[in-house]
């Protein structure tokens, strides 16, 4: 479009007369009707009064640029997310029934608002329903907590040492066992993530059925490929058909909770045992994809890459803040400090506050103090009091492993107690199953039931459901530590290897000897 054509299209869109427009800029009519018949054109003065007028650029008045501009600021103002396409654990406004029970649970004073979340909760994903969740989020960022809320559950190191119950003496280290326990650990853990990691997913209606079919209930192995009727399961909601299944491995296949302790020693290798909050996050971006990382994960490390750095970026659009995804990182931190649960947990504490708040924070302290603890001791309760011992005595996870503790100690048996725990989180929502707290006590219970078995122990973890290879690979890594290489029988270790598969960039796979020995040096520092 030419400038006089411009001139003119601007006029009109303005209902503006010759005489109007030229009023408006200081001229005679006959100048406006020069240039709009092209014989004349406007001095600069006037094109940047005209300009303004308008609110568009020179360029657009002048150089026949109007429909350009003009299409790409409505693009601009269009420009909008598929938000059908978003992953649901990078769009808070998918996950508001989370929010709103997380939000109930830690004691916000939110419950006003109970209708609101479910009625948001049930828009189609679009602009409307992101914007009506971000004034949630504040709702609940801004909340107070209820009167007469029984836990006192902080997030600062300091303020949780303050509430610890009074630490009680372990033995001596032993360094003649210790790199047998260390080896044991990484061992242990590997092999009960293995286990579990076949069904990873499943709910009990579904596995109680494929163990008993297979005679493998109670459990006692890992799941083979031969134990799967495909025609049985083909109405089952859990996929079996690309799960990995033992006797078809060569090696421990990636897994989380297996990266996660690659990491850690990544970590400690790169800034030492005195590293930072901000240390970890930087390793997290570094070595690892986003999608290595899920639920309170994946919003921290997108939070890292919008620029919140620790505690914000565990606190800012997380619905999965107390969920069980720290609680699978601390192991590392028990190994490196064998006989000091105290230094594994502030360690531990260190790494899950980029993610976590309280009791999610909790669960990760609780797992390295427990495993540092089993590097001098294999009395099981000893080691569950001393991962309490550095833990808010005034928490909903201290209070609920000491109900196991207790149940245990009365002589309820396996059976009721982890009937009880299916009673208290409902397996069939994402938050029951996925939940530090559940999880934690599915782990203390199979401890304590197991009576020291690795086996027996890592088994009753799995068959129980919940997050299989989460709990599995704890249970294993603490009785790993705790008795040793030599207790975990070769029909465990066989299919493994000694080969550790990972994901984190510049590793790939590892020889679990190896990062043995790198622990031990590690624990020297």
Same mark, same amino acid.
């Given at each position: !479009? ?46 940047i009064k005209i300009a303004k007028h308008f609110d568009i650029t020179i360029d657009s008045l002048v150089f026949d640029s109007d429909t350009r501009i003009t299409e790409e600021l409505t693009c601009v103002k269009e420009l909008k997310p598929k938000y059908e396409n978003m992953h649901v654990w990078e769009a808070y406004y998918v996950n508001l029934n989370t929010e709103y029970q997380q939000s109930i649970e830690e004691g916000l004073d939110i419950s006003q608002y109970e209708d609101l979340f479910k009625t *948001?909760?049930?828009?189609? %994903?679009?602009? $409307? ?5 971000? +004034?949630?989020?504040?709702?609940? #960022? ?62 009990t209606d579904e596995l109680i059925p494929v163990l008993k079919n297979s005679n493998n209930y109670p459990m006692h192995r890992y799941i083979r490929r031969s134990d799967i009727d495909f025609k049985m399961v083909e109405n089952y909601r859990f996929r079996f058909e690309k799960r990995p299944f033992a006797d078809e491995m060569n090696g421990m296949p990636v897994d989380d909770d297996t990266n996660y302790v690659v990491l850690a020693q990544k970590l400690i290798d790169k800034y030492g045992k005195e590293f930072?909050?901000?240390? !970890?996050? %930087? ?5 690892? /994809? ?38 699978? #990182? ?7 400090? /064998? ?28 797992? &390295? ?6 590097? *001098? ?18 928490? %909903? ?17 396996? @059976?009721?107690?982890? &009937?009880? +725990? ?17 999880? &934690?006590?599915? *782990? &203390? ?28 690979? $704890? ?5 790993? !530590? ?16 000694? @080969? ?19 622990? !031990? ?5």
């Amino acid at each position: !479009m030419s400038l006089n054509n411009m001139i003119g299209k601007l006029r009109n869109q303005a209902n503006l007369s010759q005489e109007q427009f030229a009023e408006l800029f200081g001229v005679t009519r006959q100048s406006v009707q020069k240039w709009e018949s092209g014989s004349s054109m406007p001095e600069l003065d006037k094109l940047i009064k005209i300009a303004k007028h308008f609110d568009i650029t020179i360029d657009s008045l002048v150089f026949d640029s109007d429909t350009r501009i003009t299409e790409e600021l409505t693009c601009v103002k269009e420009l909008k997310p598929k938000y059908e396409n978003m992953h649901v654990w990078e769009a808070y406004y998918v996950n508001l029934n989370t929010e709103y029970q997380q939000s109930i649970e830690e004691g916000l004073d939110i419950s006003q608002y109970e209708d609101l979340f479910k009625t *948001v909760a049930l828009l189609p %994903r679009n602009d $409307t329903k992101k914007k009506l969740a971000d +004034i949630l989020f504040e709702i609940v #960022r801004d909340a107070k907590i209820v009167d007469g809320y029984k836990y006192d559950e902080p997030s600062t190191l300091d303020e949780i040492k303050e509430l610890r119950i009074d630490n009680h003496q372990l033995p001596k280290l032993d360094k003649n066992k210790l790199k047998n326990k260390i080896h044991g650990a990484w061992m242990g853990r590997v092999c009960g993530c293995l286990l579990g990691k076949t069904v990873e997913g499943i709910r009990t209606d579904e596995l109680i059925p494929v163990l008993k079919n297979s005679n493998n209930y109670p459990m006692h192995r890992y799941i083979r490929r031969s134990d799967i009727d495909f025609k049985m399961v083909e109405n089952y909601r859990f996929r079996f058909e690309k799960r990995p299944f033992a006797d078809e491995m060569n090696g421990m296949p990636v897994d989380d909770d297996t990266n996660y302790v690659v990491l850690a020693q990544k970590l400690i290798d790169k800034y030492g045992k005195e590293f930072t909050d901000y240390d !970890m996050s %930087r390793i997290w971006l570094e070595l690892q /994809p986003k999608d290595a990382y899920c639920t309170a994960e994946r919003v921290a490390f997108c939070n890292f890459v919008k620029g919140f750095e620790p505690p914000q970026s565990a606190i800012y659009k997380n619905p999965y803040r107390e969920w069980i995804g720290a609680q699978i #990182r601390g192991d590392y931190f028990g190994y490196i400090s /064998p006989g000091n649960p105290e230094f594994a947990a502030e360690m531990a504490f260190r790494d899950a506050s980029i993610s976590h708040i309280k009791n999610g924070i909790y669960g990760e302290m609780f797992v &390295a103090a427990m495993i540092a603890a089993a590097a *001098v001791t294999s009395n099981i309760k000893e080691i569950i009091l001393s991962g309490l011992s550095q833990i808010p005595k005034t928490s %909903r996870l201290y209070e609920a492993i000491n109900n196991v503790i207790c149940q245990y100690d009365n002589g309820k048996s396996q @059976k009721d107690c982890f &009937a009880d +725990i299916h009673n208290k989180f409902d397996e069939f929502t994402s938050h029951g199953w996925c939940h530090t707290i559940s999880n &934690a006590m599915i *782990v &203390a219970a199979s401890l304590l039931y197991g009576n020291g078995d690795f086996g027996k122990s890592i088994c009753m973890a799995v068959e129980t459901g919940f997050d299989t290879d989460c709990n599995g690979a $704890t249970v294993g890594s603490i009785l790993g !530590m705790a008795n040793g290489i030599s207790s975990i029988d070769d029909v465990w270790k066989k299919p493994i290897n000694n @080969k550790l598969h990972t994901s984190i960039f510049g590793v790939g796979t590892v020889n679990i000897t190896d990062v043995v020995e790198l622990t !031990m040096k590690h624990i020297e520092l």
